[in-house]
């Protein structure tokens, strides 16, 4: 046997000398690797017992006579010489030694022990078949061993008769406690116990959690069963079709190999290749209970092999992140199309599935340098004089109105007077058909506008304004709006430059007079011409009057400028000034973290070579914090717990916390507290907190984590008809947010998520939803609004974006939206589907209805397995169409796809549904009931989430307890959701890396 590690993952690999030379797949990370020459590999190995449990333990001849803990009884024994059993160690005899064993465990390794030897069998590994399956994860078995480990198992059987190397240990000493411990190592039975794992490895003998051991006796006791029944007879020790072998399959499925060779067996049966056509066929519910068995169990294994033990790998800052940190150097706000928009998994925080290629550094040094270059520039230009443009949108909407009410007034006039398409000076009959159609349109557009009283002081729209700028340079946005009569509500006005909305203007009358509001803003880093939005969120009543552009100003200084500005200023500014300078910035763009004074001196020698070269201050610069904000300082957020978990350092945690609330890096004030240990105290980090999540930036922090926590990316992948796209479509895309938002703040209960009795919705929204009272008094603005007692809309179940999410094609997906409420409220993600099983509509022929779907899905035993859970929750939310409005019966198109000739078949709706046998519903309401009663699932899913998306990493085993301690905590007072931020920022895993 050869033994080498992989070159790619350092897993431990093994294969036959016969193999040397040829290439084989790692099956941990799918490279190819050859196979050394014996003698580079490692020594011989060799198996022997353990002399108390006899447990089949692995060794290489180099760690004879070696001291290590069996790990199914866990006592201390030495590692035999099976090629020189004479020159053994003293040790005590068997006898002495089973003397120590009580007669109760005896009695259960007896039992253990010929239950391994039913159950394991020798395996290897088939070329053939390798490179015959998919993935090169396929295992064939041996049919016989080589000589040598035949030779070396007869030795092994006599030396176990002769002596074993033990640390004495009197048989007095035995006590309960030890047998009881001794009993559930066996019972648990978690070592490697294949010819082909090799040498006894710690790293394997992992602790099942209650879920998966439970999983394994349940695989043992009814899947086995199973296996014996369909696949032995062509599969065993004698017989081996397709050089497969499953008679010694590992139920236990405690390392990679057992999980290939399940997730093989599992492939073949969803695909129906297993077990043959002309064999005995398992009924419908036994392939779909051994299918739904091991998909299970499976999941279980995964999950644990994947575990970290809680390592936290460097994470690169994702894109806000990266706006708010050249915010925080430069105070500008970047193009949202400046860098690529952040593609992963899961949550773009996580490290693990991050990416970063030598052409994400190469895009980094590029927008570094231009960011850097228009900076300084600007804080060597001589600001302009300021002037002013004014932009009144009444008048020139009123003089267009005007006209076109003329104009169409004489056209209709024309049109009843009998003029033919040829007086019109038009090519044919059907242009004139078309001008009579719209004239009416037309005139009744311009009556209604100039009909309205606050087109006579201002615009009821959003204008748009556009105007010349300086790139770079500060301007100021002026904003005079009114309302017809004095009222108690702000005036709302969104302001948008150049796409980027930069946020809400609030102006509140004092009187029936216009009120003026500035708000400045600074121009883009390509701006020369800029397009200025102002959209009224108010409803009829209100008008903006004027809008006015002013500038370029002064303004704040940012931190760069404090710092560079005045030696820029300078005509004969020492090298040393600027190599400070650069230190200083540098200090602050690494958040203040020790550990760069190399990189910071070779920056700075960097600068001084540049500036000899080029005498150009302003470029030298330029490239110097082009490589300051594309080095892993700046770019990363390095969290060093020297191999082990530990806690961090307040600074450590200061950074971490305002990346969390803040998506941003820590202020001065935070800064502070950890520098003077003070964040750690938790009245202090209630303080904080309080303070952080009231602050504007918490608002992107709050939307982003929902929006992946719900998976919102999934509405914007789905085709909107064009009535529904532009208002409607951002609102429902919003609404989310902002009742999260709302929850939060207020510090509401986690189940509102599942029922409200309110709603946080604009007049786009209302409208949909049918509430027209609402959207009366509503405009673009999101609101708080109180829901009648028989209103379904509250909580996210009745959202437009949440229920437009689980729509395929035409129609409502109960799938889909199944695997959502399962995912997202109930903590309970269902397994993938399998890559070769077709789409559902695939399997059945013409038009058919939802419930007509779900009861073919329960026929397939390839999908019966997954979807008697999935498809029962989408059922209950099928009185909502596939754009979220609410129905009594499905219709389904039939016939050609034309407006005329539509024609649509109806069906009753099926609301009937469960999550599990005792716990069934008939419609909605009764789903939203049944989803209460599981509000623990829906706090574990939430509490988790924001962890995993403060942490960095994935939530793993080790996190546990301190998960549900914090749990059942909160349970008191109903799972707040603002208590539970500040839990889990007080907690102990999150000041742990």
Same mark, same amino acid.
């Given at each position: 046997?050869?033994?080498?590690?992989?070159?790619?993952?350092?897993?431990?690999?093994?294969?036959?000398?016969?193999?040397?030379?040829?290439?084989?797949?790692?099956?941990?990370?799918?490279?190819?690797?050859?196979?050394?020459?014996?003698?580079?590999?490692?020594?011989?190995?060799?198996?022997?017992?353990?002399?108390?449990?006899?447990?089949?333990?692995?060794?290489?001849?180099?760690?004879?006579?070696?001291?290590?803990?069996?790990?199914?009884?866990?006592?201390?024994?030495?590692?035999?010489?099976?090629?020189?059993?004479?020159?053994?160690?003293?040790?005590?005899?068997?006898?002495?030694?089973?003397?120590?064993?009580?007669?109760?465990?005896?009695?259960?390794?007896?039992?253990?022990?010929?239950?391994?030897?039913?159950?394991?069998?020798?395996?290897?590994?088939?070329?053939?078949?390798?490179?015959?399956?998919?993935?090169?994860?396929?295992?064939?078995?041996?049919?016989?061993?080589?000589?040598?480990?035949?030779?070396?198992?007869?030795?092994?059987?006599?030396?176990?008769?002769?002596?074993?190397?033990?640390?004495?240990?009197?048989?007095?000493?035995?006590?309960?406690?030890?047998?009881?411990?001794?009993?559930?190592?066996?019972?648990?039975?978690?070592?490697?116990?294949?010819?082909?794992?090799?040498?006894?490895?710690?790293?394997?003998?992992?602790?099942?959690?209650?879920?998966?051991?439970?999983?394994?006796?349940?695989?043992?006791?009814?899947?086995?069963?199973?296996?014996?029944?369909?696949?032995?007879?062509?599969?065993?020790?004698?017989?081996?079709?397709?050089?497969?072998?499953?008679?010694?399959?590992?139920?236990?499925?405690?390392?990679?190999?057992?999980?290939?060779?399940?997730?093989?067996?599992?492939?073949?049966?969803?695909?129906?290749?297993?077990?043959?056509?002309?064999?005995?066929?398992?009924?419908?519910?036994?392939?779909?209970?051994?299918?739904?068995?091991?998909?299970?169990?499976?999941?279980?294994?995964?999950?644990?092999?994947?575990?970290?033990?809680?390592?936290?790998?460097?994470?690169?800052?994702?894109?806000?992140?990266?706006?708010?940190?050249?915010?925080?150097?430069?105070?500008?706000?970047?193009?949202?199309?400046?860098?690529?928009?952040?593609?992963?998994?899961?949550?773009?925080?996580?490290?693990?599935?991050?990416?970063?290629?030598?052409?994400?550094?190469?895009?980094?040094?590029?927008?570094?340098?231009?960011?850097?270059?228009?900076?300084?520039?600007?804080?060597?230009?001589?600001?302009?004089?300021?002037?002013?443009?004014?932009?009144?949108?009444?008048i020139n909407k009123t003089k267009f109105m005007k006209k076109q009410l003329a104009a169409n007034l004489k056209l209709k006039a024309k049109v009843d007077s009998g003029a033919t398409y040829k007086d019109f000076g038009f090519k044919d009959e059907g242009r004139l058909i078309?001008?009579?159609?719209?004239?009416?349109?037309?005139?009744?557009?311009?009556?209604?506008?100039?009909?309205?009283?606050?087109?006579?002081?201002?615009?009821?729209?959003?204008?748009?304004?556009?105007?010349?700028?300086?790139?770079?340079?500060?301007?100021?946005?002026?904003?005079?709006?009114?309302?017809?009569?004095? =009222?108690? @509500?702000?005036?709302?006005?969104? +302001?948008? *430059?150049?796409? /980027?909305?930069?946020? $809400?203007?609030? &102006?509140?009358? !004092?009187?029936?007079?216009?009120?003026?509001?500035?708000?400045?803003?600074?121009?883009?880093?390509?701006?020369?011409?800029?397009?200025?939005?102002?959209?009224?969120?108010?409803?009829?009543?209100?008008?903006?009057?004027?809008?006015?552009?002013?500038?370029?100003?002064?303004?704040?200084?940012?931190?760069?400028?404090?710092?560079?500005?005045?030696?820029?200023?300078?005509?004969?500014?020492?090298?040393?000034?600027?190599?400070?300078?650069?230190?200083?910035?540098?200090?602050?763009?690494? =958040?203040? @973290?020790?550990?760069?004074?190399? +990189?910071? *001196?070779?920056? /700075?020698?960097?600068? $001084?070579?540049? &500036?000899?070269? !080029?005498?150009?201050?302003?470029?030298?610069?330029?490239?110097?914090?082009?490589?300051?904000?594309?080095?892993?300082?700046?770019?990363?957020?390095?969290?060093?717990?020297?191999?082990?978990?530990?806690?961090?350092?307040?600074?450590?945690?200061?950074?971490?916390?305002?990346?969390?609330?803040?998506?941003?890096?820590?202020?001065?004030?935070?800064?502070?507290?950890?520098?003077?240990?003070?964040?750690?105290?938790?009245?202090?980090?209630?303080?904080?907190?309080?303070?952080?999540?009231?602050?504007?930036?918490?608002?992107?922090?709050?939307?982003?984590?929902?929006?992946?926590?719900?998976?919102?990316?999934?509405?914007?992948?789905?085709?909107?008809?064009?009535?529904?796209?532009?208002?409607?479509?951002?609102?429902?895309?919003?609404?989310?947010?902002?009742?999260?938002?709302?929850?939060?703040?207020?510090?509401?209960?986690?189940?509102?998520?599942?029922?409200?009795?309110?709603?946080?919705?604009?007049?786009?929204?209302?409208?949909?939803?049918?509430?027209?009272?609402?959207?009366?008094?509503?405009?673009?603005?999101?609101?708080?609004?109180?829901?009648?007692?028989?209103?379904?809309?509250?909580?996210?179940?009745?959202?437009?974006?949440?229920?437009?999410?689980?729509?395929?094609?035409?129609?409502?997906?109960?799938?889909?939206?199944?695997?959502?409420?399962?995912?997202?409220?109930?903590?309970?993600?269902?397994?993938?589907?399998?890559?070769?099983?077709?789409?559902?509509?695939?399997?059945?022929?013409?038009?058919?209805?939802?419930?007509?779907?779900?009861?073919?899905?329960?026929?397939?035993?390839?999908?019966?397995?997954?979807?008697?859970?999935?498809?029962?929750?989408?059922?209950?939310?099928?009185?909502?169409?596939?754009?979220?409005?609410?129905?009594?019966?499905?219709?389904?198109?039939v016939g050609p796809k034309k407006k005329r000739n539509m024609r649509y078949k109806h069906y009753p709706l099926d609301t009937n549904g469960y999550l599990s046998e005792n716990e069934r519903f008939s419609d909605f309401n009764g789903l939203q009931k049944a989803l209460l009663?599981?509000?623990?699932?829906?706090?574990?899913?939430?509490?988790?989430?924001?962890?995993?998306?403060?942490?960095?990493?994935?939530?793993?085993?080790?996190?546990?307890?301190?998960?549900?301690?914090?749990?059942?905590?909160?349970?008191?007072?109903?799972?707040?959701?603002?208590?539970?931020?500040?839990?889990?920022?007080?907690?102990?895993?999150?000041?742990?890396?």
């Amino acid at each position: 046997m050869i033994k080498f590690n992989c070159q790619h993952c350092d897993q431990q690999l093994k294969a036959l000398e016969e193999f040397a030379g040829s290439a084989i797949i790692c099956p941990d990370c799918e490279h190819s690797n050859e196979v050394p020459k014996a003698e580079e590999s490692s020594t011989e190995v060799f198996k022997f017992h353990c002399p108390l449990c006899e447990q089949r333990l692995s060794s290489t001849v180099d760690l004879i006579a070696s001291e290590i803990a069996c790990p199914a009884c866990t006592q201390m024994i030495f590692i035999p010489d099976p090629f020189n059993l004479a020159k053994a160690n003293q040790s005590e005899p068997v006898d002495v030694l089973e003397e120590r064993i009580p007669p109760e465990i005896k009695k259960k390794i007896s039992t253990k022990n010929k239950a391994k030897k039913r159950l394991h069998t020798q395996r290897g590994v088939n070329p053939q078949q390798t490179a015959r399956r998919s993935k090169a994860r396929q295992r064939a078995v041996k049919k016989s061993k080589t000589p040598l480990i035949l030779i070396l198992c007869f030795i092994l059987v006599g030396g176990l008769v002769a002596s074993y190397y033990l640390i004495p240990k009197k048989p007095s000493e035995v006590n309960t406690e030890f047998a009881q411990e001794l009993e559930g190592k066996i019972n648990t039975e978690l070592t490697q116990e294949h010819e082909l794992d090799g040498v006894v490895n710690n790293t394997l003998l992992v602790n099942f959690s209650k879920e998966e051991t439970q999983a394994s006796e349940n695989m043992i006791k009814e899947l086995k069963p199973f296996m014996e029944k369909y696949c032995l007879d062509c599969h065993n020790e004698q017989k081996q079709k397709g050089d497969i072998r499953l008679d010694g399959l590992n139920f236990y499925v405690n390392n990679h190999e057992s999980v290939y060779e399940w997730q093989d067996i599992l492939d073949v049966l969803n695909a129906g290749e297993m077990p043959p056509k002309k064999e005995t066929q398992p009924k419908g519910a036994e392939i779909g209970d051994a299918i739904a068995q091991i998909t299970e169990r499976l999941n279980l294994a995964k999950r644990r092999l994947a575990s970290t033990g809680g390592q936290i790998k460097m994470r690169h800052l994702n894109k806000r992140e990266y706006y708010a940190s050249i915010k925080d150097l430069f105070d500008y706000d970047l193009p949202n199309d400046f860098l690529y928009d952040d593609a992963a998994p899961g949550f773009d925080t996580n490290g693990a599935d991050q990416f970063f290629t030598s052409a994400s550094l190469d895009n980094y040094l590029e927008v570094g340098e231009i960011i850097a270059k228009l900076n300084l520039q600007g804080y060597t230009k001589a600001l302009k004089k300021p002037r002013s443009t004014k932009f009144d949108p009444e008048i020139n909407k009123t003089k267009f109105m005007k006209k076109q009410l003329a104009a169409n007034l004489k056209l209709k006039a024309k049109v009843d007077s009998g003029a033919t398409y040829k007086d019109f000076g038009f090519k044919d009959e059907g242009r004139l058909i078309l001008e009579k159609r719209r004239i009416p349109d037309r005139i009744a557009e311009a009556k209604e506008y100039l009909a309205k009283p606050e087109h006579k002081y201002g615009s009821t729209g959003s204008p748009i304004f556009i105007t010349h700028v300086e790139a770079g340079m500060h301007y100021k946005f002026i904003i005079t709006a009114g309302s017809l009569e004095k =009222r108690k @509500q702000p005036i709302q006005i969104m +302001f948008n *430059a150049q796409s /980027t909305d930069y946020g $809400k203007v609030t &102006l509140i009358p !004092t009187s029936d007079k216009s009120q003026r509001i500035e708000l400045p803003f600074r121009a883009g880093i390509n701006d020369s011409k800029l397009r200025l939005k102002s959209a009224l969120l108010n409803p009829e009543g209100t008008y903006i009057d004027a809008v006015e552009i002013k500038g370029p100003y002064p303004s704040d200084p940012s931190f760069s400028e404090l710092i560079f500005k005045p030696l820029l200023s300078k005509k004969n500014t020492r090298g040393e000034d600027f190599s400070k300078a650069i230190t200083k910035f540098s200090h602050r763009a690494f =958040r203040h @973290q020790a550990g760069n004074d190399e +990189f910071i *001196a070779a920056i /700075t020698e960097r600068f $001084k070579k540049d &500036l000899s070269k !080029t005498k150009d201050p302003i470029s030298a610069l330029s490239k110097s914090i082009s490589l300051i904000l594309a080095s892993p300082s700046f770019l990363y957020i390095a969290e060093k717990n020297n191999g082990s978990r530990q806690e961090m350092s307040q600074k450590e945690f200061a950074i971490r916390l305002a990346f969390f609330l803040w998506e941003s890096p820590p202020d001065a004030t935070l800064y502070k507290l950890a520098e003077s240990r003070q964040l750690y105290k938790e009245t202090v980090l209630k303080q904080e907190f309080e303070r952080m999540l009231k602050s504007d930036k918490a608002g992107k922090f709050l939307t982003s984590f929902v929006n992946q926590w719900a998976d919102i990316k999934r509405f914007d992948q789905i085709d909107l008809p064009k009535e529904l796209q532009g208002g409607f479509s951002k609102a429902a895309r919003a609404e989310l947010s902002e009742f999260f938002k709302v929850l939060v703040h207020e510090n509401l209960a986690a189940d509102k998520l599942i029922s409200s009795d309110f709603v946080v919705i604009n007049q786009a929204l209302a409208t949909h939803y049918g509430m027209t009272k609402e959207a009366s008094s509503l405009g673009q603005k999101f609101t708080k609004v109180k829901l009648a007692s028989s209103n379904p809309r509250g909580g996210l179940l009745g959202q437009a974006a949440f229920l437009i999410m689980g729509t395929s094609g035409e129609r409502t997906s109960p799938t889909i939206r199944g695997t959502l409420v399962r995912t997202i409220l109930l903590n309970d993600p269902p397994p993938e589907p399998p890559a070769n099983v077709p789409e559902i509509e695939e399997t059945k022929d013409g038009v058919v209805s939802v419930k007509e779907l779900v009861e073919h899905h329960k026929s397939l035993p390839q999908c019966s397995s997954c979807h008697n859970k999935i498809d029962p929750v989408g059922l209950g939310l099928e009185n909502f169409d596939r754009f979220g409005a609410w129905r009594d019966k499905e219709s389904l198109r039939v016939g050609p796809k034309k407006k005329r000739n539509m024609r649509y078949k109806h069906y009753p709706l099926d609301t009937n549904g469960y999550l599990s046998e005792n716990e069934r519903f008939s419609d909605f309401n009764g789903l939203q009931k049944a989803l209460l009663k599981n509000k623990r699932k829906l706090a574990e899913s939430l509490y988790a989430s924001l962890l995993s998306y403060g942490l960095g990493r994935n939530i793993e085993f080790i996190d546990q307890e301190d998960i549900q301690e914090n749990l059942d905590s909160l349970k008191r007072s109903n799972y707040p959701l603002k208590d539970m931020i500040f839990a889990l920022v007080n907690s102990k895993t999150f000041r742990t890396k």
